[in-house]
């Protein structure tokens, strides 16, 4: 069975920190573009950053630039979400999501991703 586990959610306050991590069954994430997501209550899945399978390389949106680091971990097949200084306003469901779309190449479409997470709460609050 292939599928995607996200932990590490949970309530906070305003600059604190979490870990959120990824976690992949049934296949191996090394291929794969991992993307992580969030859906906040009314609003649109958005993009929050994504790390490419080929180079490493990393995208962020501009709104957690500076404070979210995205990592990947071939040998434990996981990757990983730092987030600092979180504010209020990241509070949403976060998804992590697998694409070999684009020859493992970061794409900010979800239309793009093969396999999702079933998400993990993060709260913001004081």
């Known amino acids: 069975q292939l599928q995607l586990v996200e932990s590490g959610g949970g309530l906070v306050q305003p600059g604190g920190s979490l870990r959120l991590s990824c976690a992949a069954s049934?296949?191996?994430?090394?291929?794969?573009?991992i993307g992580w997501f969030r859906q906040a209550p009314g609003k649109e899945r958005e993009v929050v950053s994504c790390?490419?399978?080929?180079?490493?390389?990393?995208y962020y949106v501009d709104a957690v630039k500076g404070r979210f680091t995205i990592s990947r971990d071939n040998a434990k097949n996981t990757v990983s979400l730092q987030m600092n200084s979180l504010k209020p306003e990241d509070t949403a469901v976060y998804y992590c999501a697998a694409s070999r779309k684009w020859s493992g190449y970061c794409s900010l479409s979800g239309e793009d991703y093969d396999y999702w997470g079933q998400g993990t709460q993060v709260t913001v609050s004081s």
């Open positions: 790390v490419n399978a080929r180079d490493g390389s990393t």
């Open positions: 049934g296949f191996t994430l090394e291929s794969y573009a």
